[in-house]
């Protein structure tokens, strides 16, 4: 079966690359997939492969059904979105939208998928029950499209009982693929403050109330909360990215200053904790000095889980399909996906595709300007897909 798949992959492998730079070319932002989502089912009608359409608007859902088993389901799943980055590569197939790229390889997990679909629709006669291909709108913006498709059914009718995903992965050179078992990467969520002082002029700083000033004493005292509050057995990471005032000049103090932020868990109970801690740490300081402080915690992705049997079944597969030494133990991520909402639900493995070589250049991290792959990984990854999709059916 891996000789036949890999074929397979091998024989469409020019047409995922021109599916992959057609989706580069043509990036959309979250929740806005509108030409994406027709774009993709193009190829499934080419393919003749039935599909559902108008998931999170622009979502598309293709089952393919193998030997008639009731009981066997499993479900794939790529994101369909961009990010709000302006492109700096030169490339035949650079993003043709001012400010929108595909810089986190979503245009390789759709295409890659695409190319999965239409290698499972030709073996349809080698495997028993149903393989559901989600392609999904709004992995990089709360509160994910994941869960928008749980609520709307998507692992309804019929019901898989697992659910793999895959994510480019810079530093993996072409051939590798990473995984691992159990908590893989962290929960996500978007922290705002707003500190409300008293603007003025600058020189005359007893008048004011410092609403910079007060900023600077709350983020300090946050990050006490990481380093004092917390276990140090528990991972978490509490960052602040951006902070804007109100107005203000070098010589004007202004009346209000914003702050916004980022807090990464794995553990459920210190991610609540922390949410109290944060809310009541910068209004406590707010108040001491004065001012006042609007907090806004935006509770994002949970954890990412790979269940422990599931993954295991899935690593021994893929080192049938690449060989053991292509296949790499991965460690914790404080990064987050929205993957993780289908694996609260069931079963799930998401690993990652390595798409990196060194020799060519092709380093730069996701969410950069210059981000890429070596477009090897594509024969690889829909390949690969296939096999451990087949496989699952199975275990």
Known sequence: ?????????????????????????????SFEEKETGKYIQKILKKYKIPFTTGWADHGVVATIEGIPN?????????????????????????????????????????????GTAIILNKMKTHFEGSVKCIFQPGEE??????????????????????????????????GKVGIRAGRFMASAD????????????????????????????????????????????????LSFGKINSEGGATNILP???KIEGTLRCFDEKWRKRAHQLIST?????????????????????????NDETYTQNVK?????????RNVIELPQRMTAEDFAWYSQEIPGCFYRLGTGNKSKGITSAVHTPTFNVDERCLKISTGLMAYLAIQSLSY
């Open 190 to 237: 978007e922290i705002y403050l707003q500190v409300i002082g008293k603007g003025g002029h600058a020189a005359l700083p007893h008048e004011c109330i410092d609403a910079v000033y007060v900023s600077s004493q709350i983020i300090i005292a946050l990050q006490e909360i990481i380093s004092r509050k917390k276990s140090p057995l528990v991972n978490a990471v």
């Open 281 to 305: 740490t910068a209004r406590n300081i707010a108040k001491a000095h004065g001012a006042k402080c609007e907090v806004n915690i935006m509770k994002g992705y949970p954890s990412l889980h």
């Open 316 to 324: 021994n597969s893929m080192q049938e399909y690449l060989g053991k």
């Open 141 to 174: 913006k709360l509160p994910g499209g994941a869960s928008i498709l749980i609520k709307e059914g998507v692992l309804k009718n019929p019901e898989p009982k697992t659910i793999l995903g895959q994510h480019v992965h810079p530093p993996l050179e072409v």
């Open 70 to 114: 009731k009981k066997k389901h499993i479900a794939l799943r790529a994101d369909i979105d961009a990010l709000p980055i302006q492109e700096l590569n030169k490339v035949k197939y650079k993003s043709q939208k001012e400010g929108v790229m595909h810089a986190c390889g979503h245009d390789v997990h759709s295409s890659s998928l695409l």
């Open 1 to 29: 079966m891996i000789k036949e798949i890999k074929t397979y992959a091998a024989s469409i492998e020019k047409e995922v690359i021109a599916i992959r730079r057609t989706i580069h070319a043509n990036p959309e932002l």
């Open 255 to 257: 009346g209000a200053v």
